[in-house]
């Protein structure tokens, strides 16, 4: 027998390769250690939770509290590996699942970063620091501090350099990390909250009532919000909601608490967007505050702790619960089958410097139906050589020579070729070279812009605030005059040149709003701020235009880098040749 060679493969893990693994199990990324230190602070029943990032989390992040602090004891053990203060009751499997093993998100994060704590309670004269590295304790001290605590996590993941290749950019990180403490602080409007990330005030939350903090988070005034509330079978939902004037195209305004606690959820999330049903403007995203409490067996244990995502075991019924509740916020009837007309129209209202409100459309109303168009013209026509399909059916040299133009449907551009006619999409043409343009003032200093008379101030969440703050440098160089004004509010005092559709101030909320999404299908952050810049400032479906601008748009179009395709990939083009055009006419 040879047990000895056998026994000689297994060898114990030391104690700190424990950790790291462990470690990388709860601390995903900064807004995991984040997450940890912000409930840590709640539940040590902070009034005020002050977090504050440097480079995303990467290089630092620090959270202090007023909470009750710890004894010098109780700080020593609290970066022990199942230490915890906590008692809960094991059949309490919610907190287990949602809130993963406990006791060991201290130890997890001091093994992969440089954790220093400080700390006091009200029982001791003198407050303790604590300092862990790489899940060795470097420091044990006194410290002179109010009764709370500050925890700072240096160097993440210094030693584990795996998980900090699979970070995501800075400003992604940063997002990640608004996204939590906005969650947190959704499920605890009576703490208040302050973001600062890079030296920037991005977020400041007062304590307050339910309604103060959704409105703060859904960024609609308090009295404008819409409750509901409904209770069935044990199950009670309140929510709070913005009608579908307030309906963004992101999610980032939707906040679903369970049991207090901030979870995600598909069928309740859906169940919402029910409840809505035709007051919902297609293509947006409704934005909700709502609280559910429900027996906590009701909540599948088959979900990763880490996970926020939970099942619930009579999910239907939660779900009907949650359409029912945002009914009654929007105070339609029960009655299924019906669709109504909005009750307001899509209109948001923008705060002017002084305070006026003035009002612009908050959705797009063309594109929907010229795509349509288009779409159904491709396949019937292939033989008239639509670019990308029938391969490069238009060339440059079709377009050379004089420019002769007539608009039809006031949508499209008529023009003869050397050897056939082209048909233009005004809007998609327009797009293209806007588009070019954008990408070039990204490369260039100095874009023509013009001062506003009057700055106007817009007020964004911290989600949007990050995306505005990645997108800063690029905005400027397109002529945009941005300042930070406050925590989360944007001065603006110049907007590029000419500018189209700047509708005081709405173009900049659709460009921040659509970056949070293309940036997850772009390749660059340039071309998503310069793809969603062209859309929203080129010429529309169903303007007239005069000869010159005609001539304009299609001089351009013909110099543009590619004229042919716009950059959502429709077909910019559609050419009808001499050729094809005698065949139908029986002349070939
Ligand atoms: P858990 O929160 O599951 O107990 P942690 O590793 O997050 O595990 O924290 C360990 C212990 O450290 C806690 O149980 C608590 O006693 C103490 N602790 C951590 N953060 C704080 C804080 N901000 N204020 C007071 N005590 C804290
Ligand atoms: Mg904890």
Redesign the pocket.
Known sequence: MSTNKQTAKIAVLDETLIRKIAAGEVIERPASVIK?LV???L??GAHRVHVEVMAGGRQSLTVS?D????SRE?ARL?VERH????LRSPSDLFAIQTLGF??????SIGAVSRLSIE?RCAEESAGTRIVVEGGIQRELSSVARDVG?R?AVRNLFFNTPARRKFLKPIETEARYIAQVVTQLAAAHPEVGFEVVSQERLSLSLLPGERRDRAGELLDIAAEGLLAGEYEEAGIRVEVLLGGPAFCRKTRSRQFLLVRGRPVYSRALNQAVYRGYGGLLPSETHPPFAMWIDLDPRQIDVNVHPTKKEIRLADERLVAQAVARAVRQALEMPETAGFTYAPLQPSYQPLQLAEGTAVFAPAGESSGGDDQMALHLLAPALPQFGIPGEAGEAVRRGDLEGPVRVLQVHDKYLLLQLQDGIAVIDQHVAHERIRFEEALDRFEAEGAPSQQLLMPLTIHLNPVELEAARQAEALLGRLGFGIREFGAGTLLIDAIPAGLRNWQEGALLYKLIDELIQEKEIRDSLQEAMAASYACHTSIRAGERLVQSEMQELVERLLKAREPFVCPHGRPIIVKLSLRELDKLFGRA
């Open positions: 940890e409930e840590n602070a539940d040590a509290d909470g009750e602090g710890m109780d609290s230490a915890t203060s906590k406990r006791g060991e998100a201290l130890a700390t605590t925890v």
